[in-house]
């Protein structure tokens, strides 16, 4: 299948390294070069390490790479079967996106979104064919987290559903379908808890390390919430909060104090170098 990720950031160049391991042809649009760049260093990088670890020959390291072409330009998105959006989360932002492909892709391609919490439904109406529109919500690393949320719009045809659910089986995922609702199921059950762990480390109940230990030593949860939280981005889970207490106007979902006094600081996890945690580059 011809498929193209759009957003080459840690979620788009995860997508496009798995769709190019089973052979799908992909392009991989981002507006920045250097973004382009630095994602098919990444890409690369992990297929030699999937290829030391035996679980990849060295035909498929070559053939992956070569399956996967770069460009900056949306239009040369025309002609693929599925379009993928992997850009940030914001609305506002992704409703552009989605009236641009719309008019930009022939009238059978799907238009899927990797969105952690925007309403399916909202992306679906900005274009003309909301029967093609879906959410297919991958997980960090996409190469290793074999769940795909699929989120199903209201309008979202039965044909949509199975072409995704079958692709998502083929690339070695285990799709799981949902209707559409803030959060999900994923986010709208994980932000709560990292919200309550914040809470608890705000509140000195227990440093970070002591909160995760407990939780994946007494809950078996193989990521403590704190590391989890810096995994994902502070940033992104302080906006995924807010999305939900927005849409639900129940406390539960208010972003706790630490939380936004870390984005403000640029404390967001491990790709600035400290959130919970402190890392090297």
Request: aromatic fraction near 6%.
């Amino acid at each position: 299948m011809k498929i193209g990720v759009l957003g080459a950031g840690t979620m788009g160049n995860g997508i496009a390294h798995v769709l190019s391991i089973y052979n799908h042809s992909v392009i991989l649009v981002d507006v920045d070069e250097e973004i382009l760049q630095n994602a098919l260093s990444t890409i690369t990088v992990n297929l030699q390490r999937q290829f030391k670890k035996n679980i990849i020959d060295e035909e498929t390291l070559e053939s992956s790479i070569n399956n996967i072409k770069l460009s900056t330009n949306i239009k040369e998105l025309k002609s693929s079967q599925l379009v993928i959006e992997a850009i940030k989360e914001d609305l506002n932002l992704k409703t552009t996106i989605f009236m641009n492909l719309d008019s930009i892709c022939n009238s059978t391609t799907i238009l899927a979104s990797n969105t952690s919490s925007i309403s399916i439904n909202s992306l679906a109406e900005s274009t003309t064919r909301p029967k093609q529109v879906i959410g297919m919500h991958f997980m960090n690393p996409v190469p290793v987290i074999k769940l795909v949320e699929i989120i199903k719009g209201d309008k979202t045809s039965p044909e949509t559903l199975n072409t995704i659910k079958k692709l998502s089986e083929g690339i070695d995922k285990i799709p799981i379908v949902c209707n559409d609702s803030p959060g999900f199921v994923s986010n709208r059950i994980l932000m709560p808890m990292i919200n309550e762990a914040a809470y608890c480390y705000y509140e000195g109940v227990a440093d970070a390390s002591s909160i995760d230990s407990i939780m994946k030593l007494g809950m078996g949860h193989p990521m403590g919430p704190l590391k989890l939280a810096d995994l994902i981005g502070i940033d992104i889970c302080v906006y995924i909060l807010k999305v939900l207490y927005n849409e639900f106007k129940d406390v539960k979902y208010k972003p706790c104090k630490i939380l936004i006094s870390m984005v403000e600081k640029n404390k967001l996890g491990k790709k600035t170098g400290e959130g919970f945690y402190k890392y090297e580059f």
